[in-house]
T-cell receptor, first 114, second 112 residues
């Protein structure tokens, strides 16, 4: 399976600021996804990061709040913009390959907004 | 869209006993069902998965069963050990490379 790293691993931010989370994979992957896990809750898909084009967002998530970049097949970023305490969550990237069902998750970024 | 329900939300077992977690899904088009284990402070780890053309799959102490007609699947952990204590998530998807819909999670505590 791919080795996935995320930066930062955790952060404490002030409301109204923005944080960019990085996801790096050690091999080229076709699919990259971003999930949110609110405290004590399950995982909710934010968007699919598409290489070379705009991300595909799920209902309830918008590009202005969660801009995503994916410049190549091994890297993606998720920005949490204009943060509020309700954005305090674990943000996870996952990767998969076309023709394969399997998704692997990164270690997550634990965000606390004060 | 797909909806996945998971039960129970918490499960406490004695070391050596078995643990069973059940999930139901709503979309008959779903054909891939993975299970993830999430330990405190870590990302979810894939522990076993099953596809709709298979009724049962086993990997050492872990097994998963699928009933397509009833649209439910279950995770079975035998001879539980303290290191099995974690939160377990089931999920479903409709196609390779497609998004996963997760169940609500089950917090498993194995008591020594």
């Amino acid at each position: 399976s791919a080795v996935i790293s995320q930066k930062p691993s955790r952060d404490i931010c002030q409301r109204g600021t923005s944080l960019t989370i990085q996801c790096q994979v050690d091999s080229q992957v076709t699919m990259m996804f971003w999930y949110r896990q609110q405290p004590g809750q399950s995982l909710t898909l934010i968007a699919t990061a598409n290489q070379g084009s705009e991300a595909t967002y799920e209902s309830g998530f918008v590009i202005d709040k969660f801009p995503i970049s994916r410049p190549n097949l091994t890297f993606s970023t998720l920005t949490v913009s204009n943060m509020s305490p309700e954005d305090s969550s674990i943000y996870l990237c996952s990767v998969g390959s076309t023709g394969s069902d399997t998704q692997y998750f990164g270690p997550g970024t634990r965000l606390t907004v004060l | 869209g797909e909806n996945v329900e998971q039960h129970p939300s918490t499960l406490s077992v004695q070391e050596g006993d078995s643990a069973v977690i059940k999930c139901t899904y709503s979309d008959s088009a779903s054909n891939y069902f993975p299970w993830y284990k999430q330990e405190l402070g870590k990302g979810p780890q894939l522990i076993i998965d099953i596809r709709s053309n298979v009724g049962e799959k086993k990997d050492q102490r872990i097994a998963v069963t699928l009933n397509k007609t009833a649209k439910h699947f279950s995770l079975h952990i035998t001879e539980t050990q303290p290191e099995d204590s974690a939160v377990y998530f089931c999920a479903a998807s409709q196609a390779a490379g497609n998004k996963l819909t997760f169940g609500g999670g089950t917090r498993v505590l194995v008591k020594p």
